[in-house]
């Protein structure tokens, strides 16, 4: 695995551990959930109310981005994401 491989790899175990953490606080709305990588971006979906939704696509860049070698922009964009997935399972009723 070259250098960007495993970067992308790297980060898009943090956007998973992102993702994780929020929608764990939302076990009582969803009963799944995940990214599933449909090249060249990544898909949030839930399961919801006995169906799949797919709720965002992430681009490789914005899911790259979240293990820049800029740490404050790499913080930044893990924020965002966050944020995100806050905002949209929030919103399911």
Same mark, same amino acid.
């Given at each position: 695995?070259?250098e960007? *491989? *495993?970067? +992308?790899?790297?980060? @898009? /175990? @943090?956007?998973?551990? !992102? !993702?994780?953490? @929020?929608?764990?606080?939302?076990? =009582?709305?969803? $009963? ?8 060249? *971006?990544? *898909?949030?979906? @839930?399961?919801?109310?006995? =169906? !799949?939704?797919? +709720? ?13 070698? #800029? ?5 930044? $964009?893990? /924020? #965002? !994401?966050?944020?995100?997935v ?8």
């Amino acid at each position: 695995m070259n250098e960007r *491989e *495993e970067r +992308l790899k790297n980060s @898009v /175990n @943090v956007v998973k551990r !992102i !993702i994780q953490r @929020v929608a764990n606080e939302y076990r =009582d709305k969803i $009963t799944n959930y995940g990214l599933k990588d449909n090249n060249p *971006e990544y *898909e949030f979906w @839930v399961e919801y109310n006995g =169906d !799949i939704h797919a +709720l965002h696509k992430f681009g490789r860049g914005d899911i790259e981005d979240c293990t820049d070698p #800029n740490r404050g922009h790499a913080i930044d $964009t893990c /924020n #965002n !994401i966050e944020r995100y997935v806050r905002q949209i399972l929030a919103a399911l009723k």
